[in-house]
């Protein structure tokens, strides 16, 4: 089983609709959780951070769900400008400085 | 503020050459690390550098050589390319090593053919 995985997409969205995707993790002892947005041919941008409780930033919502261990990303009233791609991230070992894990992103297109 | 800087953005190789991929970042943060880009396989660890002065390697190292030359800039060295290492290359610095501190900040990236 890989250490992150998601589902590549991509998925296609109508404007204004609501899109969730989740995102898995193989490693239980792992602390830290991201989302990064990617557009095309650029690099990975920090889109938030995912708190145990669960956490929202405008339209989007993360959530962390250690039991079934995988985190979840949702966008309300989705933008045309939300179209890109949307990797997870995971930080996995305690102390060290070894960076992060990422899935390798699902695709979002948001159509007019 | 730059953030973090890399050079070049594209460059062409023929096997067998050799090149540096260069990278500053001018935000003080302690970390540094050098991540590929492949399509279907998602970012994955070159090498990383948890402090000047030190670094290891990441999850595909083999093909690369890395120095931290200072707190501000780590590169990343090609000695013999192979087509194996076309690929976008990333450098991303962080602020520290544990817990949701260690967001990662990434350069603009430099794609790199090997042909």
């Known amino acids: 089983r890989k250490e992150v995985e998601q589902d590549p997409g991509p998925f296609n969205v109508p404007e204004g609709a609501t899109v969730a995707f989740n995102c898995t993790y193989s490693n239980s002892a792992s602390q830290s959780f991201f989302w990064y947005r990617q557009d095309c041919r650029k690099e990975p941008k920090l889109l938030m951070s995912?708190?145990?409780s669960g956490n929202e930033d405008g339209r989007f919502t993360a959530q962390l769900n250690r039991a079934s261990q995988y985190i979840s990303l949702l966008i309300r009233d989705s933008k045309l400008s939300d179209s890109a791609t949307y990797l997870c991230a995971v930080k996995n070992s305690g102390g060290g400085a070894d960076g992060l894990t990422f899935g390798k992103g699902t695709h979002l297109i948001i159509q007019p | 503020n730059a953030g973090v800087t890399q050079t070049p953005k594209f460059q062409v190789l023929k096997t067998g050459q050799s090149m540096t991929l260069q990278c500053a970042q001018d935000m003080n943060h302690n970390s540094m690390y050098w991540y590929r880009q492949d399509p279907g396989m998602g970012l994955r660890l070159i090498y990383y550098s948890a402090s000047e002065g030190t670094t290891d390697k990441g999850e595909v190292p083999n093909g690369y050589n890395v120095s931290r030359l200072n707190k501000r800039e780590f590169s990343l060295r090609l000695e013999s390319a192979a087509p194996s290492q076309t690929s976008v290359y990333f450098c991303?610095?962080?602020?520290?090593?544990?817990?949701?501190?260690?967001?990662?900040?990434f350069g603009s990236g430099t794609q790199l053919s090997v042909l």
């Open positions: 995912v708190y145990s």
């Open positions: 991303a610095s962080s602020e520290v090593g544990t817990g949701h501190l260690e967001k990662l900040f």
